[in-house]
């Protein structure tokens, strides 16, 4: 029974009051998923250096964290990270990973272990690591299965629960659904070096499911795609956004485009867009004459003078407008008659983490105050309050989380007490 019923305002007509997700999946805060990158070291430097950087104080992000540029295979780090995210609520990780035996891949077990023992689960966003990556999608999915989950009595695998003992994976693809070519601002015309024909999917999604039918209920494959023509004919089951220029009030549109295919559909949670700023000089027309300068603050699209602390503030309360903006909006997209509602499907991710060059992390900043005058001198986009984006996070799951069942969990004591 989908719920109880109501006499809409003036319409005469009797509309579904949704149940409240608590009541719906036993495992909920497993349905809201950080976007999580096990990508950095500094022995020696790894992506803080990115684009000519020289840390520890000239990292590629756009702010300073909190704990500095660290090593993705600390464990102090990763135990710090556990706690902010068990803090705020989320129950389980996506992992960008970019292959067998790339540093991602041999960050896994590590970073499973920790996550393990504060009862976050962790599932994977299968990057583009290679232009005929597509060729190896189904043996990627199974490798990810058996070496992570089945190896390991899926003791730290995300698995959602479908109810009557029945459970469900699910995996994300970054950069999936291509156009074969592509035409820059000169008219030129360009072959994309990973495009892969919808058939050619079409067999990797068919092969993943054949070969675990019998093991789960389903088995969920979401592309990163906004073609749900492409998308249903390469064999995906639905459609999760990552890109945060992307703004909810182009998701309604969306989400009727694919339920009209019978497609899933997932939006994230996230607090807009802000790149690290490129102090490489702008290429000459010569050389890339469709070349539009740097990508701007989001939401606002605006370049704040962030000399400015009033600029720091208004942009701090714009990314927890967004945060807000988005939390409503996906879930109550989720909630309306759409392929997710008929197919029993809730699932959110929050993007992201601590993708740190795009700066749409959710893990503490350092404070603006507490910039030294080095850091200041580089230009860090830091808040008044690098925590405030996990503490809004936190304040708006609980709303949604108190009346789901608790799971079992050790407490930890927080190293830094930021939630309180």
Request: glycine share 6%; hydrophobic share 35%; with cysteine.
């Amino acid at each position: 029974m989908p719920g109880a019923q109501h006499v809409g305002p003036g319409t005469g007509q009797r509309t579904a009051i949704p149940r409240p997700l608590a009541a719906q999946y036993a495992d909920l805060r497993r349905r809201f998923v950080f976007e999580y990158y096990p990508w950095y070291d500094t022995d020696p430097w790894y992506h803080w250096n990115e684009a000519g950087r020289t840390p520890p104080l000239d990292i590629a992000a756009s702010s300073m964290p909190r704990l500095g540029p660290y090593d993705s295979y600390d464990l102090r780090v990763l135990e710090q990270h556990a706690r902010w995210i068990a803090e705020a609520g989320v129950g389980a990780i996506n992992l960008s990973w970019w292959g067998r035996g790339d540093y991602t891949d041999l960050a896994v077990p590590r970073v499973m272990d920790v996550m393990r023992d504060h009862d976050i689960k962790v599932t994977f966003h299968l990057e583009p690591y290679a232009d005929d990556r597509s060729r190896r999608y189904a043996d990627d999915v199974l490798y990810l299965l058996r070496e992570y989950g089945e190896k390991r009595r899926w003791d730290a695998f995300l698995l959602l629960d479908e109810g009557n003992g029945r459970v469900a994976p699910v995996f994300k693809s970054f950069r999936t659904i291509l156009p074969r070519e592509v035409q820059d601002c000169l008219g030129r015309v360009f072959l994309v070096p990973d495009y892969t024909a919808d058939g050619d999917w079409r067999r990797q999604t068919d092969g993943c499911r054949e070969q675990t039918r019998r093991d789960f209920s389903r088995l969920y494959l979401l592309a990163d795609s906004l073609d749900v023509k492409r998308t249903t004919h390469s064999g995906f089951d639905g459609l999760a956004v990552y890109d945060n220029f992307v703004e909810p009030a182009q998701w309604p549109r969306i989400a009727d485009d694919a339920t009209g295919w019978d497609l899933l559909f997932s939006f994230n949670v996230n607090p807009g867009f802000d790149r690290y700023p490129d102090r490489t000089p702008a290429p000459p027309p010569s050389v890339d004459p469709c070349y539009g300068g740097p990508l701007p603050f989001a939401p606002g699209g605006t370049h704040p003078d962030w000399t400015d602390t009033s600029a720091r503030a208004a942009a701090q309360d714009a990314a927890l407008a967004r945060i807000s903006e988005s939390f409503a909006s996906t879930i109550a997209l989720q909630q309306q008659p759409s392929a997710n509602s008929s197919r029993g499907l809730f699932l959110v991710y929050v993007n992201s983490f601590n993708e740190w060059h795009e700066g749409h992390q959710f893990e503490p900043a350092k404070d603006a105050a507490n910039l030294t005058p080095d850091e200041r001198r580089v230009g860090y986009h830091n808040p008044p309050d690098g925590a405030a984006r996990l503490r809004h996070l936190r304040t708006l799951l609980a709303t949604v989380l108190a009346a789901a069942p608790r799971h079992a969990s050790r407490a930890f004591p927080s190293d830094h007490a930021l939630l309180s």
